[in-house]
């Protein structure tokens, strides 16, 4: 009596996926963060100064449309 041993050998595959996220593009995001944490936080006026001149530091239109958000996020505005 003989037996035979079939061996099947079945390809196996492993496929490692590496997505990294560009240094660039991390960057990017933490300026456009940083400009924004400046225009709902502490712009009283000085971003349209630059247009308005001194009319912008009475009028406040950012501080004013961002006014509860900024009470919301911490900010003290008074």
Request: proline share 4%.
């Amino acid at each position: 009596m003989t037996f035979y041993v079939i061996l099947l050998s079945y390809p196996t595959e492993i496929t490692v996926s590496k997505s990294k996220v560009p240094i660039f593009a991390i960057a990017l995001l933490a300026i456009i963060f940083a400009v924004g944490l400046f225009v709902v936080g502490y712009d009283q006026g000085h971003i349209f100064s630059v247009v308005l001149g001194e009319q912008a530091y009475e009028d406040l239109y950012i501080h004013e449309l961002t006014h509860d958000m900024r009470h919301a996020a911490g900010f003290p505005c008074h």
